[in-house]
């Protein structure tokens, strides 16, 4: 099984706060789990951006996004307009990345 499935498999823990962020170079390792997402912020949060080819689609998009976070109370920032919709993952108790915003990247990827 590729690392990719692996995340996507698994549950966000919540997350209490009090714990530091995860390192740049972790940040960087798992990354590769997750195509088309890239480090942003001094490696504290993930983007990415979904191109589509009209606006109902990036917003139907944005809606499975929302509901798959809900499932896992885990919540991106999501903005979308005609054709585009970005999703950025970060811990905000932590102010930065948890192995949770890798598995909700995951997640989004396979939403495709």
């Known amino acids: ?21 995860m390192e740049a170079d972790e940040a960087t390792t798992l990354l590769a789990a997750v195509p088309g997402w890239e480090l942003t912020g001094e490696a504290r949060k993930l983007r990415r951006t979904f191109v589509f080819t009209d606006f109902m689609q990036a917003q139907a998009f944005a809606v499975r996004v929302g509901e798959t976070a809900e499932e896992e109370n885990h919540h991106p920032d999501i903005s979308y307009g005609w054709g585009y919709c970005t ?20 997640r989004v990827n396979g939403l495709l």
């Open 1 to 21: 099984m590729v690392l990719s499935d692996s995340l996507r498999d698994k549950k966000c823990l919540p997350c209490q706060g009090g714990v530091a962020p």
């Open 87 to 106: 999703v950025v993952f970060y811990t905000h108790k932590i102010g930065g990345l948890h192995q949770n915003d890798f598995i909700m990247a995951a």
